[in-house]
């Protein structure tokens, strides 16, 4: 029965070589056909017909591209507002108030990508093409991402906001817990020497977790790098670099989404399987930083206490 | 903070309406931030409530697809059936395996042995759900083909580590008192996690367990690499053939042109959601009475 559980316990670290195989073997005939080019060359042609430029060639540049932008205006919108939510939940709201609105903003985690995509699509994207974008794209224009709003409310900057929706409650909930993580005495103390509340949380709750807050939001860079369904829906497809947010593009994730049923070639199969081979990569070292993060907040952390 | 002078003597800096009203703000800002969040939950829940509900009838839980794209009638009683079977075979794969992970966890494991296996857990949570698609459809669908078990065990792969760390932390929290008590009495140690350990963190377990289900549920971007027939197939031997299901039928309504469908896209994210919120409510209650046996003795 023990030999069982060890069996299990060894069976999951087995499964992430597996996995890691799996996808390299699948890659690898587009590994040696585009090599590491495949990272910063942007065609994507899936077209066999012959004396086509560029037939069934693929690299992932734009994808690549498409993935860091959307995840950054994520995180950009869910960890500032998602960190205020901590300090809501864990230092001014008053007992049943955050009791209620605690759950409810992780319940909001519950909600299925593919439901939230549907939504983006028919609700939040005319919203955001009708007034955010021309709104962002008067005030300040002058900066070259804030091209002329989308044509259909598709693109890099709605499936930037509907990633941050699915980001907000992770950052909540993590930074809720530490900030109740900070010692009483510490908050009290503070409060004691005349600072005020906003002081006290500046000074003294956001001070002693920014480690911890480092990590959260290197947790909610990673689920909004590796979503796929949500992206897919509203991101409107595209294989350029274009600087304007509000254009059309594809992240890795939503490019194997479209496209991975229906390849015309073995070698358009195999660049899919090179790009979740990439985002894989993305992924493990984005865990691995937020790992060391917080082992070294806890090593930090037990000196402290 | 800068650092004080401790003998410097106490001077009112006359700033004090200055830092009350920063400070006003900011508690004003977080608690707006609070209120988007919740509000968000509310407008998304509400869209989904008001434009499903008029999709939504007793034929469209019970009837099969019509034909084709764009046609009128017709309902989901297939993706239902199989989205509740698919999620059912993930859940007997996942259950027992992240069972037994947190038992050797918490159980048997030394610290050393602990920590390839726990970042093993978080690296296996943290892998996007499409990938571990890819992984699947290398693994099984090209030699295979499509079908309702590759799926699963899609599903299964996304599942393990959530059971697994809910576990765990329910089982760390049994009291260490239960486990002397029944090695006092000369029970084996594993008979000792069988009838004590186990039973009286059964609540939590089934905690997580609802919850990874519920997330299981609404999972998509694995079903379209694995398991991605849409429409009126009524085959439902998982084992076999590609099975109908929930997620699959709103990706696909969604992107549709048809007014039908997109009506049909919303009576099922409607029957989607309801399934989860109804699971995660389920959960709470399940934690709150365990919660409640745990302080009672």
């Known amino acids: 029965m023990v030999a069982l559980t060890i069996a299990a316990s060894v069976a999951v670290i087995a499964l992430i070589g597996l996995i890691i195989e799996q996808i390299a073997t699948g890659s690898s005939p587009s590994i040696s056909n585009f090599g590491l080019g495949f990272l910063w060359h942007s065609t994507w ?87 955010i974008e021309p709104a962002l794209h008067t005030v300040v224009g002058w900066i070259p991402i804030f091209g002329p709003a989308s044509t259909t409310g598709l693109g890099m900057f709605t499936a930037g906001v509907v990633l941050a929706i699915m980001v907000l409650p992770i950052v909540a909930s993590i930074s809720r817990d530490l900030f109740l993580g900070v010692p009483r005495e510490l908050k009290d103390g503070a409060l004691a020497l005349g600072a005020t509340h906003w002081e006290m949380i500046r000074g003294v709750v956001l001070d002693s977790t920014r480690p911890g807050i480092g990590a959260a939001t290197i947790l909610g860079l990673s689920r909004a790098l590796g979503e796929a369904i949500a992206v897919t829906q509203v991101i409107g497809t595209g294989s350029t670099i274009t600087k304007n947010l509000f254009a059309n593009g594809d992240t890795l994730a939503s490019r194997i989404a479209e496209q991975f049923i229906g390849t015309v070639s073995k070698l358009q199969t195999a660049s899919l399987f090179y790009c979740a081979l990439v985002l894989l990569v993305m992924e493990l070292l984005v865990n691995l930083a937020a790992q060391l993060i917080v082992r070294r907040f806890e090593r930090r952390r037990g000196l402290l206490v | 903070m800068a650092a004080v002078d401790p003998f410097a003597p ?258 099922a994210a409607l029957v989607l959601i309801v399934m989860i919120l109804a699971g995660n409510l389920a959960a709470r209650v399940i934690l709150a009475r365990q919660r409640r046996r745990m302080l009672a003795r």
């Open chain 2, 10 to 267: 106490l001077v009112a800096t006359g700033n004090l309406r200055r830092r009350r009203r920063i400070d006003l703000i900011m508690r004003g800002s977080a608690t707006a931030a609070a209120v988007v969040a919740v509000a968000i939950l509310g407008i998304v829940i509400f869209s989904v409530a008001q434009r499903g509900a008029s999709a939504l009838s007793i034929s469209f839980l019970t009837q099969d697809p019509s034909v084709g794209l764009g046609a009128a009638g017709g309902g989901i009683a297939n993706a239902i059936i199989g989205s509740v079977l698919i999620v059912a075979v993930a859940t007997a794969i996942a259950l027992p395996l992240g069972v037994l992970i947190a038992i050797y966890l918490t159980e048997f494991a030394t610290p050393r042995t602990a920590a390839p296996i726990r970042l093993a857990l978080d690296l296996l949570n943290g892998t996007p759900t499409i990938v571990i698609g890819v992984f699947v459809f290398g693994l099984l669908v090209v030699a295979h083909g499509q079908s309702g078990l590759a799926a699963s065990i899609a599903l299964a792969v996304i599942m393990l580590p959530l059971m697994a760390r809910t576990t765990q932390e329910m089982l760390l929290l049994v009291p260490h008192d239960l486990r002397d008590a029944a090695h006092a009495l000369g029970t084996r140690r594993w008979r000792g996690i069988v009838g004590i350990v186990l039973p009286s963190a059964l609540g939590g377990i089934l905690t997580g367990a609802v919850l990874a289900i519920a997330r299981a549920f609404g999972e998509t971007a694995p079903l379209i690499l694995c398991d991605s027939i849409f429409g009126n197939g009524t085959s439902l031997n998982v084992f076999g053939t590609a099975v109908p299901n929930i997620p699959i039928d709103i990706y696909h309504y969604s992107e549709s042109g048809f007014p039908n469908d997109k009506a049909r896209a919303w009576g």
């Open chain 1, 45 to 131: 042609n899936p077209s066999l017909s012959v004396g086509a430029i560029d037939a069934n060639v693929y690299g992932a540049a734009a994808l690549i591209y498409g993935t860091v932008v959307t995840a950054v205006v994520a995180i950009a919108i869910a960890v500032p507002l998602g960190v205020a939510i901590g300090v809501y939940l864990s230092v001014l709201a008053p007992g049943r108030t955050g009791a209620v609105i605690g759950p409810l903003v992780e319940l909001l985690a519950a909600v299925p990508s593919v439901i939230l995509g549907l939504w983006g699509i028919i609700v939040l994207a005319p919203f955001l093409h009708s007034t």
